[in-house]
């Protein structure tokens, strides 16, 4: 994916899978929440400041139906 000329998310995998994921599921833990909704709330946040960044809605929903998160193991990248 590449909304940003010059930059990509996957770049980003590291930041992702190593400080991002574990804190969502780490705050939800430590609140006693299902981690799908602090997910959300986070998601929600992202989508508005992309928005607010000019990302029309259109491609922000485009994204989300194209988007394949790893579900096993060895998909994940170290």
């Keep these: 994916m590449n909304l940003y000329d010059g930059h990509r998310v996957e770049d980003h995998i590291s930041f992702l899978f190593d400080d991002l994921l574990p804190a969502v599921v780490g705050y939800a833990d430590s609140q006693g929440v299902p981690t ?3 997910a ?10 992309m928005a607010i960044d000019g ?9 989300i139906d194209e988007m394949r998160f ?3 193991p060895q998909e994940i990248p170290a």
Excluded: Q, S
């Design 55 to 63: 990302v029309r809605r259109d491609e922000i929903i485009r994204t």
């Design 70 to 72: 790893p579900t096993a």
């Design 36 to 38: 799908g909704v602090v």
């Design 40 to 49: 959300f709330a986070a998601f929600m946040t992202m989508a508005g400041l």
